[in-house]
């Protein structure tokens, strides 16, 4: 029963979050080559300890959440936004400056 | 058995009788009583019978660790079995139940195992009974069900009538700064610290009265007797919430605790509208463990019998309850504490002998001897004699010095007159929540116990649950712990914690007392029957593993998990394997600490609470039909409309063949409904969908089908174009929650320079489809504005209309798109207005010839016009085995399409789209049936046959039984051979033929139309 804090609902129980996955995949552009599709979609690192994952608040904000969690002990290190133009956009409404590691566009790549 | 209420002494309100029922007959106890106690009191015993020997059984502690006293409470949907009879509040017209038993515990036939119980020993259910004849599994099974209804724990409500009648449960998430478990002296002195500080406190105590063992107790606190101590502390804590009859069962990640709290349950005539339980699921920043410790007994010759229990619980009795537990006590210790026990009952004017095993004296001896007690040191207790409960016990000394192990050889010396004994071999401290978290025992021989290792952040313990054994030391140290806890919190410097005190004389290791010249019966696990031989033999027979030995004996698998008996049986299985405690390690920990009823985990989940139900706009009109409802997903969908006298198979073929000659209006509001828009919304739908969407113009539709990343087909579904930047898209209803979640997650997170927002709309649209031949004359009937005719609304055009409904005009989108394979049409209407929308239609189709039809007969028609749905779209499904593979575009990539190139999604013969008919008339199968070739050995493929059905109907078309399915290799493959159709299961096969499942109107003329 982890409590994750949603950056933009607060802290909420997990049974409102769903677990979508591995959130340190870069995934190929679709005309990529069939071996790095295949890379991406089937190795895979089972990591104890830290783990990067993507999660969504699904039954909240909806949003798409990078964590960076213990996957021994369920402490969760860090809660982002997935999406760079979400984090930009809460950003600038926040009034704060845009980090320049998450400009729209960057994790495109 | 000897127990009475003592004239005099211990917290109850001696005004205040509480009458309760126990076998039927009427007793009286006092407010302030367990059932434990009150038991006692009226000096009935035995209370249980044992699980396999048919033992008696009497009340052998005074807490949640009972052993011995396992009695049902209730009667009815609220019969509780295996309660402990020392953890249940007395309450006015209790009833209670002895349990195990045939026809009463004091007269039980079942007793005869207790002779033949050199026999039941570590395995003998499995030696014996496995492989009599040889059939292994097969055999046992069938003597296991003879052996569960003789061995037993009490018996459940029946489900029957916790049908009729269950009680409420309610889970609550709740948050503090402090949690202290545990409302003995060192989590009130704990909780007190930090609630005086300010913090948000909550303390968690399993009894209904706070103070743990001091309650009762003659001792001055802090410069107070202890019941003036315990209740300045309950003043100390107005700002706290404190929670009596919760037990904190687990402790979890991040330091939540899983709490059971009664509410109702220890009520004699609860409010109804109370629950009876709660889970409480509590997020402290910080932890205080302020647990306690538990005894733990000495094994001996027949030390199950009723009147043996542990010598803390005699002194309980007497302090807390005013009871006495007999008149002639013998107290066997191996340490300072069974001394004070002593004490106590010889105040209370019980005649008490002291044996310390112990072989030369100690201080606390001196102190037994002036408060009139005898003590005999070096005295061991050997065998308890008695028929229902002990009258004589037999004692001796240790004929050669015991050894660290802690099993001490005695003689039988003499046989004295006694009524109850009480042993205390040392006490455990209770550090089960801390090893709920992963940390593991540490065992210390100077305190001989285990000891939590270093516990994790935020979690601290605190009193006898780290060791500290006088009732001063713990209050110190839980001040000490409370304070820690502010500090943490409030960022100041942490106070020291005390050191331990060191108690008078050095305890000794006792864990067993056996004789040379005879074997005696000695109980480590009572509620199993588990006995000191068990564990031997088990050493012997191999099983070295502590949770090996654990496992073959069931020492420490009852309802109490062991808490008295685990140490002393790690400690024989120690002693056998010639090795030490900590090389033989302890087994694991886990929650519950005590048990928790599955329905109060449950809450309010249950029954229809258990999930949502989604109905459509239309529900209510459906009903008033007649139409009975069949579940998909959350949603009710309309199952068919029965006419006068009609079935389902009568309804659902006269409605799809209505469909097929005239029209009909299905319900089809559960479809997935996604808004998808921003400039780059075509491009989005094109990397999502296989086939081409960029160049859709807007007014029209197109039908589509997205993969998964690894190129299995995710969803199909129609999707329209509302203008340049603006989708509706449509899903299945089966997978619309995943397709939401995989567009949010594509624009989130691979694609977020996609200027794109999507919005689930499935809720906001009534949709109804009307299909048939006339379906354009019932649009044209109800119209007020807009143009459906072929020429402005061509097969998959999409247009904007009004529809004239009862009291007004309802603006409605209208796609021309089939899913029966007839002329048909899909009309959107805003939810509120979707009833007035389906009265208009329905009205309109009725002039037509139609009528409603139900989620059977669109089943029925999609299985002719071989469309699939989520029974073909499994997760094992690829574009071609759908046949569907010419809809993948070459000229852009798609999701996908990379993965759909693997060679086992390439290769040939894969199981393709098909229908299946049966060869002879009036013969049919159902849905799920393997499909099998006759003339390959098993059916082919080792038995798993060549295909598989996934949907079946009546068919008004073709007249006969009609399946869609998939069978290696396609219909081409099977031309001109009959195939198996097999349903071992229902014990049903018969031979069918295989055929394209595109025969219905293959060039889309009816359609097109």
């Keep these: ?109 | 058995m000897s127990g009475y209420r003592l004239r005099e002494g211990g917290v109850v309100d001696r005004t205040q009788p509480i009458r309760f029922r126990w076998d039927g007959k009427a007793y009286t106890g006092l407010a302030g009583d367990t059932l434990g106690s009150a038991l006692l009191a009226n000096g009935i015993g035995p209370v249980a019978r044992s699980f396999k020997y048919h033992r008696p059984r009497g009340v052998m502690t005074a807490g949640p660790e009972e052993t011995g006293a396992l009695v049902t409470i209730g009667k009815g949907a609220r019969r509780e079995p295996n309660a402990k009879a020392p953890a249940v509040e007395l309450f006015e017209g209790l009833e209670a139940f002895g349990q195990n038993a045939w026809p009463s515990v004091r007269f039980d036939l079942g007793q005869v195992n207790d002779l033949l119980g050199s026999f039941f020993t570590a395995g003998f259910y499995y030696k014996t009974f496995f492989g009599i004849t040889g059939k292994g599994t097969w055999e046992w099974m069938q003597f296991e069900k003879l052996i569960r209804r003789a061995a037993g724990m009490g018996r459940a409500a029946d489900p029957a009538d916790m049908a009729k009648d269950h009680d409420a449960y309610d889970v609550i998430h709740d948050f503090c700064d402090v949690a202290v478990i545990g409302g003995g002296p060192a989590g009130l002195a704990a909780a007190t610290e930090a609630a005086a500080a300010g913090l948000d406190v909550v303390l968690i105590e399993q009894d209904f009265a706070l103070g743990g063992r001091a309650i009762g107790r003659d001792e001055i606190i802090e410069g107070q007797p202890a019941d003036a101590w315990i209740a300045a502390q309950e003043a100390g804590l107005a700002s706290a919430r404190v929670l009596r009859r919760a037990t904190a069962f687990g402790l979890y990640d991040t330091n939540v605790l899983g709490i059971y709290e009664r509410i109702t349950e220890h009520e004699g005539d609860p409010d109804p509208a109370l629950p009876r339980a709660a889970i409480r699921i509590l997020r402290p920043a910080r932890v205080i463990l302020a647990t306690g410790a538990i005894e733990r007994p000495i094994a001996f010759g027949n030390n199950d019998r009723p009147g043996v229990m542990l010598a803390g619980a005699m002194e309980r009795y007497a302090s807390r309850w005013g009871v006495g537990p007999g008149s002639r006590a013998f107290i066997a210790t191996a340490h300072d504490g069974g001394h004070a026990d002593a004490t106590v009952l010889a105040r209370a004017g019980v005649e008490v002998t002291v044996m310390d095993a112990r072989p030369d004296g100690s201080e606390a001896a001196e102190m037994s001897r002036a408060a009139g007690v005898e003590v005999l040191e070096g005295y061991l207790p050997v065998d308890a004699e008695g028929a229902q409960a002990v009258s004589r016990l037999m004692i001796g000394r240790a004929r050669e010095a015991t050894g660290a192990g802690g099993i001490a050889v005695a003689s039988a010396e003499r046989d004295r007159r006694a009524d109850c004994v009480g042993t205390s071999a040392g006490w455990s401290p209770a550090i089960h929540l801390v090893a709920h978290r992963g940390v593991k025992p540490v065992w210390n021989g100077d305190l001989g116990c285990f000891l939590a290792g270093e516990p994790p952040a935020g979690l601290a313990l605190a009193g006898s649950a780290s060791a500290h054994w006088s009732t001063e030391a713990c209050v110190l140290d839980g001040r000490a712990a409370g304070a820690e806890a502010v500090a943490a919190l409030r960022g100041s410097a942490a106070p020291q914690r005390p050191e331990r005190v060191a108690p008078l004389g050095a305890p000794m290791a006792l864990h067993e007392v056996k004789m040379r010249s005879r074997k005696l019966k000695s109980f480590l696990d009572p509620q199993h029957d588990v006995t000191t031989a068990d564990v031997r033999q088990a050493a012997q027979e191999g099983y070295r593993s502590v949770e090996h030995m654990k496992r073959y004996t069931t020492l420490g698998m009852a309802t109490d998990q062991g808490k008295t008996g685990n140490i002393g049986g790690l400690a024989l299985l120690a002693d056998a394997l010639g090795q030490s405690i900590p090389e033989t390690g302890i087994t694991t920990f886990r929650p519950p600490y005590t048990p928790v009823p599955i329905a109060a985990l449950a809450g309010r989940a249950r029954g229809a609470h258990w999930q949502a139900i989604r109905r459509t706009p239309m529900h209510a009109r459906h009903e008033a039909a007649g139409a009975p409802f069949t579940d998909a997903g959350a949603w009710k969908r309309a199952w068919y409309y029965p006419g006068p006298g009609e079935g389902i198979d009568e309804a659902y073929v006269r409605e799809a063949a209505m469909v097929r000659e005239t029209c009909g209006i299905v319900d089809v509001s559960t479809l997935g409904k996604i808004d998808v828009q921003g400039p780059d919304a075509a491009e989005f739908l094109n990397r999502v969908y296989v086939n081409g969407f960029a160049k859709l113009p807007v007014g029209k539709c197109r039908y589509g089908v997205m993969l998964r990343d690894d190129g299995i087909v995710l969803d199909d579904g129609v999707s329209w174009r509302l203008a340049e930047d603006r989708f509706l898209m449509t899903c299945t209803t089966a997978e619309a929650a995943h397709v939401m979640v995989w567009l949010e997650e594509l624009l989130a997170w691979r694609w977020p320079e996609l200027r794109v927002t999507v919005a689930s709309v499935s809720d906001q649209w009534a949709g109804t489809a009307v299909a048939g031949p006339r379906s354009r004359a019932v649009l044209e009937r109800v119209l007020t504005g807009g143009d459906v005719s072929d020429g402005a609304l061509p097969f998959m055009g999409v247009t904007g209309a009004h529809l004239a409904v009862a009291g007004g005009v309802v603006p409605v989108l209208i796609a021309r798109i089939s899913f029966s394979g007839e002329r048909a049409y899909e009309v959107y209407a805003p939810a509120g207005w979707g009833a007035l929308a389906w009265d208009a239609l329905a009205e309109a189709a009725a002039a037509e010839g139609g009528a409603p039809y139900g989620l059977e007969a669109l089943g029925a028609l999609r299985i002719e016009k071989g469309h699939v749905t989520a029974a073909e779209l499994d997760g094992r499904t690829t574009l071609a085995d759908a046949g569907l593979g010419r809809m993948a575009s070459t000229k852009k990539p798609f999701l996908g399409a990379a993965m759909m190139q693997r060679p086992h999604l390439q290769a040939e013969g894969r199981a393709e789209l098909v229908h299946v008919i049966p060869v002879e008339d009036g013969v049919r199968f159902s849905g799920g049936a393997l499909l099998c070739d006759p003339d390959v050995s098993m059916g082919g493929n080792d038995g798993h046959g060549v295909g598989w059905i996934t949907g079946v109907t009546e068919s008004p078309v073709f007249g006969g039984w009609l399946g869609i399915g998939f069978v290696a290799g396609g219909a081409s493959a099977w031309q001109g051979r009959e195939i198996l159709v097999e349903e071992p299961v229902a014990g049903r096969s018969c031979r069918a033929q295989v055929l394209s499942a595109h025969r219905y109107d293959p060039k889309g003329e009816r359609m097109h139309a």
């Design chain 1, 1 to 109: 029963m982890m409590l994750i804090h949603c950056p933009f609902c607060g802290p909420r129980d997990q049974s409102e979050f769903t677990y979508l996955g591995d959130a340190s995949i870069t995934y190929p552009p679709l005309d990529a080559p069939y071996e790095a599709w295949c890379d991406a979609i089937f190795l895979r690192e089972n990591p104890r300890g830290v783990a990067v994952e993507l999660w969504q608040h699904t039954l909240g904000c909806r949003s798409f959440l990078k964590i960076v969690r213990n996957t021994l002990t369920h402490e969760i290190l860090s809660v982002e936004y997935a999406s760079p133009t979400m984090a930009a956009a809460m950003a600038a409404e926040a009034g704060l400056s845009v980090p320049p590691s998450t400009l729209p566009g960057e994790a495109a790549e």
